[in-house]
């Protein structure tokens, strides 16, 4: 059979057991008597192990084993939850994660976990491996006692049979004591057992190789005894023989049964509390990739029939067109509903993080997550990871202080981090905040000069705002020390570069002494979006709607000019002008000089810039097009999209235009 | 007709595995449970000929169910699916009537076996 089909599955849930790892395991080590989280992490394992063994990766199986070992001792009490015993199995986890995604990556999983095993070995030392290794070859042979004789006797005068029966059980059986068991609990419905060879506690504890014998007493033939035993799996009759007999006294009552009763000693208390799991599909991603594409296509042909409508006044298209609108709109929330994930998954790995980070640098972190059922578009979940985390680690190395320092400060020992997600409108914010040090101006500007970022009079013009924002430029770190955790020269210039490129936008807001706060501002989704169409000379061009606070007209004797730069008040504020045609280099603009002129403000990270266009034409929903390999990455360009009439328009992107 | 099975394993990819493995030799896989609580629901709407149980799983657990199906259909044939170094837990479950068990990572041929012989 092959198991490849088997295998995003498998990584799947591996992946998701891992992350159960995880989180109890933290939950444990803040409260080590929560029975609970023990249960569950032996239950993570132990399904982690079952689903590993029969992939065939043994390595993965074997770990899980050893961990399951320990567990059980921690669930029985035996042993307790130490600091030594959580950094272990924190080990043992992020040996796993490493495994399974070797195993994703090139599908081995190739990791030497001899040194995690020792370890495990010298915390355990009573390890029950996999494979026992008894004495071998020893012959069973039925002696029989002066007690037998007597029993044996008597059920001999009542009329009874009396068995000898040789079972034999397959080698290849992994369980053979409940082989045996199901053997004894078979004859014991025939009649009474009342001996075996190896006695019932070696038998119960897998001394045997691979045969035991059993004395039955019984009113059934060879036969009936026979068939019951053929129908128990792995387990094969090898011989019935009778036990005629000698002499002896009063029978008396044996209870080997009892015996095996008490096989069964371990509790089955795993009632989890997951309340949680609902009925589920797994789809893979790139069907609801196409079905996107195709409500996409959907919704352009919508806009080209409600435009056909319009401009022909046909009626009786009217009721049609209405309802298509309805349908299409409906059906895409469905479509972009499906492709939602809650931001929890991301969210979910940061506990760990920070816990590591913290322990590392010797600081107490409090770490508070908000709005974790927040949804996302899938696709938008994939990439934001990365970016949160160099954020939160900026915030842990960098912002939140040392011990001591916090306590100079008159702060509490305990640093704060928190982490929310909620949606506005069609867009999710997600905000790193810490209680540090918060971003030191003056560091920034001697920095940025010294990298040659701005110049000495670029930077007096600049307020507050524009200072911090600084920290975003490509060649910028503020820490003075390289450390391992962050500041590796890829600086927080990628981070905004990524959101960017997920049509998002990130600001940062800081009050030095009191902490600094990152907001992430992110698209709903990335496919369909609602944009403002403006007219620029001749040409048309969208504005995505998220990038735009207002909209104005002004007058062309309005437009003022500061230091070569036209501005406008608008409400007692000075807003920089910029002319689209003039960036677009949009041709034969003499024909559309007016008096009036429109102009749409929007934010580009903490700045608001008027953009002066021609015309506005209205909002409307539109389908992002890529514009393909060649065009790819055009500053200012967001993509393309296809109007009622099939024309195509240009989608601004307000983060890279100017 | 085809036997009727229902199975029940909280790792979606061992049930599609027991699944792929019975379903290409005939038997008519009528439902799946990922907890002991579902597969006892699942049991009565469903009733089929046979159950494969793991045994760790949340909610309730194998053992658990078994007791609970066996109280509804005394003649319930359940087939235990555990992995290794659960002896004891399979033991309980044979106690409560489960008819066999099956090691993970387990063989087609192994499985089938036993379905064959709980059927028997």
């Known amino acids: 059979m092959s198991v490849n089909e088997y295998l995003n599955l498998f990584l799947e849930e591996a992946r998701e057991h891992l992350q159960i790892l995880n989180d109890e395991l933290l939950k444990l080590e803040q409260n080590p008597a929560d029975k609970g989280a023990v249960d569950e992490i032996f239950r993570a394992a132990h399904t982690l192990k079952g689903m590993s063994a029969t992939m065939g990766y043994e390595k993965i199986a074997e770990l899980t084993h050893k961990m399951e070992n320990i567990l059980d001792e921690l669930r029985e009490s035996k042993i307790v939850f130490s600091e030594n015993l959580s950094e272990l199995l924190f080990k043992c986890v992020d040996a796993l994660e490493t495994m399974v995604e070797n195993v994703a990556t090139e599908n081995s999983e190739k990791f030497n976990i001899s040194g995690i095993l020792n370890d495990l070995k010298n915390f355990n030392q009573k390890d029950i491996g996999i494979t026992q290794n008894h004495e071998m070859g020893v012959n069973n042979k039925l002696e029989l006692n002066d007690y037998d004789h007597n029993l044996i006797k008597v059920a001999q005068e009542r009329n009874f049979n009396i068995y000898e029966i040789k079972v034999e059980i397959a080698p290849e059986c992994v369980m053979k004591s409940v082989r045996a068991f199901m053997v004894f609990n078979s004859l014991e419905k025939l009649g009474e057992v009342v001996k075996s060879v190896p006695p019932v506690q070696d038998i119960e504890d897998e001394k045997f190789e691979k045969d035991f014998i059993v004395v039955l007493i019984t009113d059934k033939t060879q036969n009936e005894i026979a068939k019951v035993l053929n129908q128990i799996s792995e387990v094969e009759v090898k011989e019935i023989g009778s036990l005629g007999l000698i002499n002896g006294s009063t029978p008396q009552e044996t209870n080997s049964v009892q015996e095996i009763s008490s096989f069964s000693k371990t509790e089955d208390a795993k009632k989890g509390i997951n309340n949680k799991i609902s009925q589920t599909v797994r789809v893979d991603i790139s069907k609801l990739d196409k079905l996107m594409n195709l409500v996409g296509e959907l919704v352009i042909n919508k806009t080209r029939l409600e435009q056909i409508f319009r401009t022909n006044d046909l009626s009786a298209l009217n009721e049609t067109a209405e309802q298509i609108d309805r349908i299409s709109a409906d059906l895409q929330t469905v479509v972009m509903d499906v492709r939602m994930v809650p931001i929890e998954q991301v969210f979910n790995r940061f506990p760990r993080m920070v816990r590591d980070l913290a322990k590392e640098l010797g600081k107490e972190i409090n770490l508070i997550m908000e709005g974790k059922e927040t949804e996302l578009d899938r696709t938008v979940i994939d990439e934001i990871a990365d970016p949160l985390v160099h954020l939160i680690r900026n915030s842990i190395d960098h912002g939140i202080e040392s011990l001591e320092e916090r306590r100079k400060k008159g702060k509490p020992a305990q640093g704060t981090l928190r982490l929310s997600a909620k949606q506005e409108g069609n867009s999710i914010i997600i905000l790193v905040e810490d209680d540090g040090q918060g971003i030191n101006l003056e560091k920034v500007k001697s920095k940025a000069l010294e990298k040659g970022i701005i110049t000495t009079n670029q930077l007096e013009q600049m307020d507050e705002n524009s200072i911090v924002d600084l920290i975003f430029s490509p060649g910028f770190s503020t820490a003075s020390q390289i450390t391992d955790i962050s500041g590796r020269g890829v600086g927080l210039d990628v981070v905004r570069s990524k959101i960017q490129s997920l049509k998002g936008n990130v600001a940062v807001e800081s009050k030095e002494g009191q902490g600094s706060k990152f907001t992430i501002k992110l698209p709903l989704t990335l496919a369909i979006i609602q944009a403002l169409m403006v007219k620029v000379g001749p040409e048309i061009y969208a504005i995505p709607l998220a990038n735009i606070n207002e909209t104005t007209s002004i007058n062309l004797n309005d437009i003022k000019k500061v230091q070569d730069q036209e501005v406008m008040v608008l409400r007692n504020h000075v807003l920089p002008l910029v002319r689209l045609a003039k960036v677009l280099e949009v041709p034969n603009m003499d024909n559309y000089e007016s008096e009036e002129l429109f102009v749409v403000v929007v934010r580009k990270n903490n700045k608001f810039i008027g953009l002066i266009v021609n015309e506005l034409i209205g909002q409307q929903e539109i389908v992002i097009s890529s514009l393909g390999k060649f065009l790819n990455g055009v500053p200012g360009i967001a993509g393309a999209a296809i109007l009622g009439d099939g024309t195509v328009s240009l989608i601004l992107d307000i983060g890279t235009l100017f | ?120």
């Open chain 2, 1 to 120: 007709m085809a036997y009727k099975v229902l199975v029940v394993d909280d790792a979606g990819f061992m049930r599609m595995m027991i699944k792929d493995i019975l379903s290409k030799n005939g038997y008519q896989v009528v439902g799946e449970a990922e907890n002991g609580q579902k597969a006892v629901k699942k049991y009565q709407e469903l009733k089929p000929d046979i159950v494969t149980m793991d045994i760790t799983m949340p909610e309730l657990d194998g053992i658990g169910a078994v007791k609970e199906i066996k109280k509804i259909d005394p003649n319930a044939r359940i087939l235990m699916c555990s992995a290794m170094g659960q002896q004891a837990m399979v033991i309980d479950a044979i106690q409560a009537g489960a008819k066999d068990f099956i090691v993970k990572p387990f063989k087609p041929e192994r499985v089938l076996e036993a379905v064959t012989k709980a059927l028997a």
